[in-house]
């Protein structure tokens, strides 16, 4: 195993390379870096958990075992896999079937083996136990591996909205094995891909080149190196954000390009459509309400769809999801301000309009960019010419280079 990569993230540092898990590494460190520790308890999901958290689990009691210490163990607890699993009363299940009943202290350890269910669900946790408990992030899930473990968000969802209950807890450190990506179902790569996009086109122009020009090396894993620097030009737009903003006061509204309208487009397909799935609708809608007040120009709108589509993701809203319950399941973003609802703006590739980073938008600047009847398209050409049919009249002439978005 090559030497890892550590993304240093404000108070903790990322760690990012191959075979994370089989080598090791993971236990060895953490027992290394945590040697008060009396109680590591690993929380994972029926899924994940015979692949990666019971190998885990194995290593550091081994590793424990050898050196003769038996004042320190290691627990494990998988809950059901998915995003119900997310909820009030699987964390009740954790506090009061695995941490009190083994009279777990403020000594302990947790550490999320999952993807971001697992890891905001278990960050949650952790920051309520016992007034905060450290807890550790090994995403499983590219999606992840490159938003949702490094940042310090925790949550659980409820009725009336997702991660409406939660809390800023920093993890004492993120283990990301890209060897992990090799088990995820295909559309689970896609999924994760939607926030990779993202993060390019808000931060990061070099990183969006990469991209455009990648699709089939990223989907194929056919060239780890590639995916590597992806990955780690992801974690580093992330970790550059939230060094500078813990608590989302000002350009960690960033990263929630694409969510405003994602989540409320979310909150009604699921589970039908992916997180991430709904982050690329969200972005190119975002992105066209930009382009109507003249934020962004219709090439910029053109570049985000064709690289979000590239990578198998949707770039349309589907069309049973009605505009007006988009619009009411926005109304509890948390991004909102006297009941105004807030965007990111794109202004080009790389780059969203700045001061303020949300910055509020009127319903029907929402309804015209998801009302069925519009749909606007970017030409696939730069430059071009356009053969008008039919009637000559400058009216119709006009009325069709609209259309076109010119």
Do not use: W
Request: charged share 20%; with cysteine.
């Amino acid at each position: 195993m090559s030497a890892p990569q550590v993304v240093p993230c404000g108070s903790y540092d990322i760690v990012l390379g191959s075979s994370l898990l089989q080598s090791r590494f993971v236990a060895e460190d953490l027992l290394q870096r945590l040697p008060s520790t009396s109680t590591f308890v690993i929380l994972t999901d029926a899924n994940v958990g015979p692949l990666y958290a019971e190998p885990l689990r194995a290593q550091l009691a081994e590793l424990l075992q050898s050196q003769c210490n038996a004042a320190r163990r290691v627990l494990l607890h998988a809950v059901p896999a998915g995003e119900a699993s997310k909820c009030r009363e699987t964390k009740a299940k954790i506090e009061d079937d695995v941490l009190f009943p083994n009279r777990c202290h403020r000594d302990t350890c947790i550490i999320a083996v999952g993807g971001g269910v697992v890891g905001d669900l278990a960050g949650y946790v952790a920051s309520t136990y016992m007034r905060g408990v450290p807890f550790v992030q090994v995403p499983t899930s590219l999606l992840a591996c490159v938003d949702s473990s490094i940042g310090g968000k925790t949550g659980i969802d409820v009725d009336a909205g997702k991660n409406l209950l939660g809390a800023f807890h920093m993890p004492q450190r993120v283990y990301i094995d890209l060897s992990v990506l090799h088990t995820l179902p295909k559309r689970e790569l896609i999924n994760g891909m939607g926030e990779v996009v993202k993060s390019g086109a808000i931060f990061n122009a070099e990183l969006f080149e990469l991209l455009e020009n990648s699709a089939e090396i990223i989907l194929s894993l056919s060239d780890m190196d590639v995916v590597q620097r992806v990955v780690a030009l992801t974690v580093q737009v992330k970790a550059t954000v939230v060094t500078q903003d813990t608590k989302e006061m000002g350009l960690r509204a960033i990263l929630n390009f694409g969510h405003s309208i994602g989540h409320g487009i979310e909150a009604l397909v699921q589970p039908e459509y992916l997180h991430g799935e709904c982050v690329s609708m969200g972005c190119i809608k975002e992105a066209e309400i930009a382009r109507g007040m003249g934020v962004c120009s219709s090439a910029t709108v053109g570049r985000l769809r064709r690289c979000l589509a590239a990578y198998g993701l949707p770039v349309r809203v589907p069309d049973h999801v009605a505009t007006r319950d988009v619009l009411v399941k926005m109304e509890v973003d948390k991004k909102n301000s006297q009941g105004v609802k807030k965007i990111v703006l794109l202004e080009e590739i790389g780059k969203v309009l700045a001061d303020p980073y949300a910055r509020a938008v009127k319903d029907h600047q929402i309804e015209l960019v998801l009302e069925k009847q519009v749909r606007m398209v970017p030409g696939a050409k730069a430059n071009g010419t356009i053969r008008v049919p039919g009637s000559k009249s400058i009216s119709n002439r006009v009325l069709l280079m609209a259309a076109l978005g010119k």
